[in-house]
Nanobody, 128 residues
């Protein structure tokens, strides 16, 4: 059974940084993509970044470019999200997810409904 576990969330002041990690196990597909999403109360789930497990090529929606960096370590079977210059509006539950139907990330496939496996989420709260 596939399992994804996020870690690294917490309380941070505006302007601060956090690094989230996603541990992946039980995914038997050779190639897939890993996405990071977030969801604030009362709002839709929003894509942040995506990365190919095969070659590590990333994708960022235009609205997310600049403050977020996604990476992966195939040896450890993990994916990370570095978040810098955090703002109040970044407060949300952050999720990692896997889409086994794609080898590479693109705007066409970067939607929550396309992803097959999800972690439980980790809370990020930006507050002074």
């Amino acid at each position: 059974q596939a399992q994804l576990v996020e870690s690294g969330g917490g309380l941070v002041q505006p302007g601060g940084s956090l690094r989230l990690s996603c541990a992946i196990s039980g995914v038997t597909a050779q190639g897939y993509v890993i996405g990071w999403f977030r969801q604030a109360p009362g709002k839709e789930r929003e894509g942040i970044a995506c990365i190919s497990k095969t070659d590590g090529s990333p994708y960022y929606p235009d609205s997310m470019r600049g403050r977020f960096t996604i990476s992966r370590d195939n040896g450890k079977n993990t994916a990370n999200l570095q978040m810098n210059s955090l703002k109040f509006e970044d407060t949300a539950v952050y999720y990692c997810a896997v889409d086994v139907g794609r080898y590479f990330c693109s705007a066409i496939g970067f939607h929550p409904l396309e992803f097959d496996y999800w972690g439980q989420g980790t809370q990020v709260t930006v507050s002074s």
